[in-house]
């Protein structure tokens, strides 16, 4: 994983629409990030909240949050309350788990995604004031190719 670049204003907090900086914006960053690794028109996608993202998911707006990012949302865009719907509209087909594992960061997330050009994967962490680590997992077709 590249060191990520921080600028004065992460630090001091993201410019973002709330309530939360880990819950909220945080969670668009790793929608946002996740966008980066797909290709093709999506489907579906299926996101697992842990922890305290599961328990806090809806009222902190995380679920929603996550979608934004994924639509290529900014944490301060007004849209973001919307994306879930916004999905919707577009044929997207977005389901939502929660799962507890004291193994993993207490805000994190684990997406699956189908789109018109295979199965994506990624995991991401909100690490605190909307700063984020994200990894992909592979795709399955980088997995059909390791093991032909």
């Known amino acids: 994983m590249e060191p990520s670049k921080i600028s004065v204003f992460d630090i001091i907090g993201p410019v973002m629409v709330g309530p939360s900086s880990s819950h909220t914006a945080g969670a668009v960053r790793i929608g946002n990030e996740f966008s980066k690794v797909l290709c093709g028109r999506l489907e579906r996608v299926e996101i697992t909240l842990f922890n305290s993202f599961a328990d806090t998911g809806t009222g902190h707006g995380t679920r929603t949050a996550i979608v934004a990012g994924i639509l290529g ?65 592979r795709t399955e077709a980088e ?6």
């Open 143 to 148: 997995l059909i190719e390791t093991f032909a």
């Open 73 to 137: 949302l900014s944490t301060e865009d007004e849209k973001i309350r919307g994306a879930i719907d916004f999905a919707a509209q577009a044929g997207v087909h977005i389901a939502f788990h929660n799962a507890y594992d004291p193994d993993r960061h207490p805000n994190s997330a684990l997406i699956y995604a189908q789109t018109t050009l295979g199965t994506f994967c990624g995991f991401g962490e909100s690490v605190g004031g909307g700063m984020i680590n994200f990894r992909q997992i």
